[in-house]
């Protein structure tokens, strides 16, 4: 117990929405091209980030997919993600972060958009596995786990 | 007591009504709290570097892009100097910056986008101003971004940006 908490540095939280039947797509949706996966991640991120900062979740929550709003609410997020908050596990500079490795994007046998991979910044080492699915078009946020680790100086 | 004001400009370029609801395209919204009494330098002050600057510059348009699209101004307000959270509540923001939440002008590309053109980073009194403009395949985005200090932290003070539409 004493360890675990010493080492609060180290968190991950994954968010997951399980919604096989809504993510069925109803048509197959290409896998975005490069550049618009990157815009997709770093965004994402970055909104991720903004709510940890605020401690205000809202505006995550109203960006994510439909899916995702009809199971969570902003307060169960703020529970879920307080160990960013308390540990001050915030990562701006994923805005400009060269990516340290990524996996080929993938579609998963739900018809969800998978893009995994890793940032390095100066303070912390960034893990990401987000899901998205098309809501009219566009592609949305379901499933979120981020694992953020501060690097020793 | 710092005075402020709010300045609201909304453009369309000449385009006249019709054409405005048909395109929606240009708008030029500013926003700035101008606090004098704040401005006052108590201490020499350091321009971050280019990097620091960049992130600066992305992340505050990525917060206000996220407000716009969502409609909800809590969180940058909430991430904003205590200068600008004095003056500006998150109702007024939405109803200054309606013309992006309205026209769904999303600036996600930003994020990635390379600067078409930028000047360099000055100090203005105590606050940092950040100016350039991206272009994306759907937007030219000009940007005017102050900042001050808070508890050693670049806080934005000020946003004025205008996104156009680009033709296809």
Known sequence: MKSIRANLAICIVAFFVLAIAWVLPAFAADIPDDDAQDVLIRTTLLT???ANMTNNYAVM??????QFQ?????????????????NKLFF???ATADYDSSEKATIDKEGALVLVGVFKTDDLQVKYNLRFVQNDGAWRMIGLNVDATKKKQ | MPSGWLFLIISYMGLNMKSIRATLATAIVALFAVTFVSLAPAFAIDIPDDDDQDILI?????TFNDANLSGNYSVFVAKASKEFQSQFTAEKMAAAFEAFNKNKADLSDLVTADYDSYEKARLDGNALVLIGVFKTDDFEVKYNLRFLQNDDVWKVSSINVDATRTKH
């Open chain 1, 48 to 50: 991720f980030n903004d």
């Open chain 1, 61 to 66: 929550l109203a960006r994510s997919s439909k």
């Open chain 1, 70 to 86: 009809s199971q969570f609410t902003a307060d169960k997020m703020a529970a879920s993600f307080e160990v960013f908050r308390k």
């Open chain 1, 92 to 94: 701006e500079e994923v």
């Open chain 2, 58 to 62: 992305r992340n505050t348009l990525m």
